[in-house]
């Protein structure tokens, strides 16, 4: 995944991705997904004067396990290891995006994108993270 934009929209029959919207390079692949959002950490308040805020964010696009129902998976990620990640990382913003369905043909087979927001320290010590 080269780059991520985020479009949300109150209701899915209201999802409406033209390619000529999207602000991508000449040859590059888009994939677009309709997603149920999930916001397990909140993160401090967008700056009001429009500026950053400081840290990064990682994203990361989940595969469902071939080992693992979609039922168990999601039992696993939702409980358990939502509860350790939240418990063990600095993260201040995490948000499971639970992927709905792909919104065009031959999009990668995500079964969940995660958004997690660290402190920038996180990114180059480990204790940390």
Do not use: K
């Amino acid at each position: 995944m080269g780059a991520t934009l985020s479009y949300w929209v109150p209701a899915a029959g209201e999802v409406g991705i033209h390619a000529e919207c999207l602000p991508v390079s000449e040859g590059w692949a888009w994939h677009a997904y309709l997603v149920c959002e999930s916001l397990q950490l909140q993160g401090p308040p967008s700056p009001s004067d429009g500026g950053r805020c400081p840290g990064f964010t990682q994203i990361v696009p989940l595969t469902l396990p071939p080992a693992l129902s979609w039922a168990e998976w999601r039992r696993r990620w939702q409980g358990d290891h939502t509860r350790v990640a939240v418990e063990t990382q600095s993260s201040f913003r995490y948000v499971q995006n639970l992927v709905v369905r792909p919104l065009g043909p031959s999009v990668p087979g995500f079964a969940a994108i995660v958004e997690e927001s660290f402190p920038l320290e996180a990114a180059s010590n480990p204790a940390v993270f």
